[in-house]
């Protein structure tokens, strides 16, 4: 693969982006900055990385020179003590659940961010946000069936490489970012 067709294979992967999902999501967000909902971030391995930054971005970014205008959110992944001791005293499939048992709240959000869409740990925190009354968004690559089924509102990437997924995600991120940036605060 040369520099074009890997510029190529990134475009294809955002044009296959689903318009109506994408604007449930920033729907969303803009709802959930105005009453004051929070939104859980949680990936593993790159996605995790990818998690982490949304969280600054739709924090801290999305405010731009504003005293407010950001989400209110974290990462799951970034809660080393807390996801820790629920790995250690549950086990690390259910972490993410005791996370959003301790903190989540009924009309917060979990976005969970996985290329594969089949993490055990991510699916059942889909299953344990979905019974506590969360909203549950997944951005996934294009075998993430598993963690669609669960979501409410769900963007699936037409690519199996997981850098073009995971670039894409990014762009969603990005984009939504710039989203806030550009909407009132009421």
């Given at each position: 693969?040369?520099?074009?067709?890997?510029?190529?294979?990134?475009?294809?992967?955002?044009?296959?982006?689903?318009?109506?999902?994408?604007?449930?999501?920033?729907?969303?967000?803009?709802?959930?900055?105005?009453?004051?909902?929070?939104?859980?971030?949680?990936?593993?391995?790159?996605?995790?990385?990818?998690?982490?930054?949304?969280?600054?971005?739709?924090?801290?970014?999305?405010?731009?020179?504003?005293?407010?205008?950001?989400?209110?959110?974290?990462?799951?992944?970034?809660?080393?003590?807390?996801?820790?001791?629920?790995?250690?005293?549950?086990?690390?499939?259910?972490?993410?659940?005791?996370?959003?048992?301790?903190?989540?709240?009924?009309?917060?959000i979990l976005v969970l961010i996985s290329?594969?869409?089949?993490?055990?740990?991510?699916?059942?925190?889909?299953?344990?946000?979905?019974?506590?009354?969360?909203?549950?968004?997944?951005?996934?690559?294009?075998?993430?069936?598993?963690?669609?089924?669960?979501?409410?509102?769900?963007?699936?990437?037409?690519?199996?490489?997981?850098?073009?997924?995971?670039?894409?995600?990014?762009?969603?991120?990005?984009?939504?970012?710039?989203?806030?940036?550009?909407?009132?605060?009421?």
């Open positions: 693969m040369n520099y074009s067709e890997y510029v190529e294979e990134n475009r294809l992967a955002l044009e296959s982006v689903d318009r109506a999902a994408l604007q449930q999501m920033e729907i969303g967000l803009l709802e959930a900055r105005m009453r004051d909902s929070q939104v859980f971030f949680f990936g593993n391995g790159g996605s995790a990385a990818s998690a982490s930054h949304a969280v600054g971005d739709i924090v801290k970014t999305a405010k731009g020179d504003r005293d407010s205008g950001g989400v209110r959110a974290v990462s799951i992944s970034e809660m080393q003590a807390l996801f820790t001791a629920y790995s250690n005293d549950t086990s690390f499939e259910e972490a993410g659940s005791g996370v959003l048992h301790d903190l989540g709240r009924p009309g917060d290329v594969s869409g089949r993490s055990p740990n991510l699916l059942a925190a889909a299953k344990t946000a979905s019974a506590m009354g969360m909203e549950v968004w997944s951005l996934v690559g294009s075998n993430g069936d598993a963690l669609v089924e669960l979501s409410s509102v769900a963007i699936k990437i037409s690519s199996q490489d997981y850098q073009v997924v995971e670039n894409a995600h990014m762009s969603l991120i990005h984009y939504l970012t710039k989203v806030l940036q550009r909407a009132p605060v009421s």
